[in-house]
């Protein structure tokens, strides 16, 4: 992967420009956010406030409202980052985008958080090929006050400056796990499957979907199984990996993955919606409705 931004095309948003390539901090510039732009965000968090009761971790809705997120404007990061530091010694940092991967590792190994500050526009409600600011903050944040979890995040940035080093196949390994993790993860609770993953936490469909819909394969968390899984990122996800709890997520990155990648650079990876017999199985998906083109 070049170390550009994959985002060039969205840098002109409707504040303005923006210029193209930085990948510098930027303070986030509140004062120039839109009313729509705050109602965007209103609609956005009530929508998911409604849903996801019963539905995400029960960490993640314990979070939400320890963090006091305005759920009528956009908040500041400014005034989430002295709880946020006291919390798990992190803080939020103001981006562009997407950012290139070993910017985003140092961020991580740093316990900064970069959250991209501008949103979505109305008619992107529901679908943004890309993180905005409510998926960054209202995904992401809560999760970063949680010991362990925090724990888990930053020993992610340091593994992926670890596998810059090594090459594309160690990162797009390390990225896979990311992606099946951070972004789309479901963890056992008492009370039953819930959400951790941003990705799915920002989406009214996928939190849905990938609770209650019988297409998507539910497999028990096996990381070098995730590191060999494939995934696309223009659907719902064909499996999800289910944790028994954050702690696993530590344990099983506790250690150099570096004998893993050699490892695993000589096997094949598998499809998104491969089941193996050495699987955990919690629902074979149906795999209703899954594309069959351009699959990765
Ligand atoms: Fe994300």
Not at 94 to 101: A, C, F, Q, R, S
Not at 113 to 126: G, Y
Not at 171 to 190: C, D, K, M, N, P
Not at 248 to 262: G, K, R, S
């Amino acid at each position: 992967m070049s170390a550009v931004p994959q985002r060039v095309e969205h840098q002109m948003t409707d504040k303005g420009y923006v210029p193209v390539y930085t990948t510098s901090v930027i303070e986030q510039p509140w004062a120039s956010y839109t009313p729509t732009d705050h109602v965007t965000w209103a609609a956005l968090y009530a929508r998911q406030q409604a849903l996801l009761p019963g539905r995400a971790s029960q960490v993640f809705l314990d979070n939400l409202v320890r963090l006091g997120l305005g759920a009528d404007a956009i908040p500041k990061f400014d005034e989430i980052n002295p709880m946020l530091r006291r919390a798990t010694g992190w803080e939020l940092v103001g981006v562009e985008g997407l950012l290139p991967e070993l910017t985003f590792f140092e961020h991580l190994a740093n316990r900064r958080f970069p959250v991209t500050w501008w949103i979505r526009k109305p008619e992107q409600i529901d679908y943004l090929a890309e993180p905005d600011l409510f998926h960054d903050l209202f995904g992401h944040v809560p999760l970063l006050l949680e010991p362990v979890f925090a724990d888990y995040m930053q020993a992610y940035g340091q593994g992926g400056l670890r596998a810059h080093g090594l090459g594309p196949v160690a990162l797009s390994q390390l990225t896979r796990l990311y992606w099946y993790t951070v972004e789309f993860g479901l963890i056992r609770e008492a009370a039953g499957l819930r959400i951790y993953g941003a990705g799915i936490l920002s989406s009214k469909g996928e939190s849905i979907h990938c609770l209650e819909s019988s297409a998507p394969n539910r497999i028990g968390f096996d990381l070098t199984r995730i590191m060999r899984t494939r995934y696309r990122i223009d659907s719902y996800q064909k499996t999800y990996f289910v944790i028994d709890g954050y702690r696993q997520l530590m344990e099983a990155t506790a250690a150099d993955f570096a004998p893993i990648y050699t490892d695993l650079a000589e096997n094949e990876s598998f499809p998104a919606g491969a089941v193996l017999a050495t699987d955990t199985l919690l629902n074979r998906g149906t795999g209703e409705g899954w594309t069959a083109d351009g699959d990765v």
